[in-house]
């Protein structure tokens, strides 16, 4: 199996090649492509230093199987090249994950839908960690009613947002007025509620991404979702605040119990030991973790409050996407 | 008029001193008390340089008004030496807010229940932030659900958690570790959902001072209200995203209508303009910052999504109890 990484340089692209290697994906040949400016760039990579190459039309010929990871406009314009070329693509991007024929897939929720299809959909970053956790929830509670806030980091951004990030809190301890470029104002020691365009409601992209994505992944339209999406100045790993009503009653003993045994979840929730999720221990690690695990002062029986955090760019994308891949590999 | 302030040298003692200035407020005299360890240093107010005395049991003698800005235990122990000098007390800790016959007062709301009290409760800083964008909204279409998240700075916790902030991420941008003391876990770059002492019911203190705060406030235990409390690595100014839900119709123009005119708060509402409520404007600024707000996706015509930040040492802390006190001296 010959594997093309589009975007492997970035946060993503990296984390892809790591997971490859982390969850034993076999495979022939490993194409990392990018844009021409990175093209003879040298990688360190678990398979040893690797050359990446600039991207054109022909950079999927002969390859099965390629994840993209390089924004939606890229995702665009190479999909089609990818297919002509029978090479079947798992894109990180939004481009595709709203068209109907387009499986959006979580490894740990609806994996099986994807046999068989040429493009895959990666979730958004922010409903990826939620749904692992809302998922087994949904299914014996069954979900009415989802209310998010997030906590966003700076790399959901990209890796230079991250830079950005540092270098402005460095210039912020000197006295020095941090500059920004890629987020809207400066984001060191702040918050910056808006992230991705704003939509005709009033609501970010980011956050209606979060109300389509989960609602297409559950195959549940009747839920009500609302988000509301805040960077903040973190490195690495979204946490997010959640409230939910549920049309069966509720309780924290079988929250945990359940969560205690999903997949992909770790339950952190002794807040008396201050143990509860955070961005500190969640960054790097698979599995989301959730906690403060409270019985709804609304929705007293038919309700729960938590906290999750988990590593964006692993289960919120790079690591989702390789579990993908490694669960078509094993079922077709 | 001769006033004390018992935690004068901390951060909200500080802003009170200013806050007097700023509000013009008139007295004779000015006692700054603190520790014995305080005791004989130098600060630096608007009022020219002014000497700290170590608090004891008379420092109240012949002071008709006293401040008290250093934590529960300090109003516990000073206010019956107070009471018998005749003094009356403005408490900015939590020592007496939950008692029946001390007015709970946000100068905005319901300043008037503190005319002829001789000892008024400040509220929590972080119901203080959203009471006063709530109140206008509350009068006009009733509240019957609001669901809080916070972004709570450092200083939440006093300066030196300001300190170990600065210091912890200097620390982490020269590779070395942070270290923690006030906080549980390092802040840098990091967020902490544990804001003071667990409850029973498995929120802790801080969230529930925002339900039973808020209820006492509005004089109004049938609003249905939950709260998480999160730390976030911002030097000044909470930030809240909240979500309510109304008895009566509420929609998004007449909210920003009504908004606009409500005292204390700035409608920062252009999203698209990139101008939304953030720590970086809202900090050092008397009124709360309002924005993002939204038809709630959930409750429909019957809610609303909002963001809001404000400087919780200010109309959080030392701004209300200034405001208090001008208010009764106008009013008696």
Redesign the interface.
Known sequence: MKLAILGATGAVGLDIINCLKELDVQFSELRLLASPRSAGKKIETPYGAKEVEAVDEKSFDGCTWAFFAAGADRSKRYLPHAITAGCRVIDCSSAFRYDKDVPLIISEINASRAIGAKLIANPNCTTAIASVVLWPLHQVFKLK?I?I?T?QASSGAGTTAMTEL?NG??DY?QNKKPTNEIF???LP??????IDV?QE????KEEMKV?WELRKIFDDDSM???C?C?R????RSH?E?I?IETEKEID?DRTRSILSKAVGVDLIDE??N?K?????TSSEKFNVEV????????FGKFGI?F?I?GDQILKGSALNAVQILKYVLGEE
Not at 189 to 194: A, S, V
């Open positions: 009613k209310i806030s906590y540092i809190t460095t301890l809207s104002h400066p020691f702040n918050l910056i509620p808006r704003l409601n009033g609501y970010t109300v009500g979702i609302s509301t805040v903040v100045p973190v490195l946490s605040s409230t924290t807040p008396h201050d509860y999720p955070m961005p500190l906690g403060r695990i409270r019985q709804s002062l609304i409050d906290f955090s």
